[in-house]
């Protein structure tokens, strides 16, 4: 197979809506240029019809992150921190790709022969289990290590296989007690920082853990398939100064 950096590897209808989407792999023979993450192969779900900058804006966006607080549609309603992944720039620079045709389909079996023996990131924009739990699955054979996320899990029908693959995300100690009672490992993302509660771990990619590593040098978001600590990080979404102080003077 000639050297190619991106792929389709799956298009289909979303199990949140119905709606057309697809799941993309980039950073196949270039890797990622984000500090945090390292080199790591990132796997983008996206609406096929809708450009991601105009689904933010319509709400079209809830057929990728089911009904994720942090939508920002979402987010403007309930107070909630908005999404902090920049749609105008990668994800929409991946759509674009897209739909110019750049990125050729791969059959499972071939999306696996790219990506064994290396890093990856199930989820870098979407939530993965608006997908088949199979795409990720097998990718997860072949792979080396991974990380992934998933603000799902709090859906009645929320399949727990996932959990061998994601971790929850989760915002306060009720969501946080709550997915450990499900038997999930979980991220939780705390306004300011406080130390970390008996069974987590501050994110070692963190600045308040001085950026020891990058995620793809520890993978310990890898859902319960690891025996690890649960991970806790400091808000660093757009706004998160406002909030932390906010929260302060609640305090």
């Not at 859902?223 to 600590?229: D, E, M, N």
């Amino acid at each position: 197979m000639a050297k190619i950096n991106g792929a389709v590897i799956w298009e289909g209808k979303s199990s949140y809506d119905g709606k057309p989407i697809a799941v993309i792999m980039v950073g196949l023979s270039q890797g990622s240029s984000n500090t945090k993450t390292g080199s790591m192969v990132q796997t983008y779900i996206l609406r096929t019809d809708v450009n991601p900058t105009d689904a933010l804006k319509s709400g079209e966006d809830e057929s990728i992150c089911g009904d994720c607080k942090h939508r920002p549609l979402l987010a403007k309603e309930n107070g909630e921190a908005r999404c902090y992944v920049n749609v105008g720039q990668g994800v929409n620079m991946v759509y674009k790709s897209y739909i110019k045709g750049n990125y050729p389909r791969l059959t499972m079996d071939e999306a696996k022969e790219l990506v064994k023996g290396k890093n990856i990131r199930f989820g870098t924009y979407g939530d993965p289990c608006v997908a088949p739990i199979e795409i990720f699955s097998e990718l997860a054979t072949v792979c080396k290590k991974r990380t992934g996320y998933t603000h799902r899990w709090r859906d009645n029908n929320f399949d727990m296989e996932w959990s061998k693959l994601l971790m929850a995300s989760v915002d306060n100690i009720w969501e946080q007690q709550t997915a450990a009672a499900l038997g999930m490992r979980y991220f939780r993302v705390q306004i300011g920082y406080n130390k970390p509660l008996p069974n987590e771990i501050s994110c070692p990619a963190s600045k308040e853990s001085g950026q020891k590593t990058t995620c793809t040098n520890c993978c310990l978001c890898s859902g319960t398939s690891i025996k690890a600590k649960n991970i806790v990080i400091a808000d660093h979404g757009l706004g998160h100064q406002k909030r932390a102080k906010l929260s302060i003077n609640l305090n």
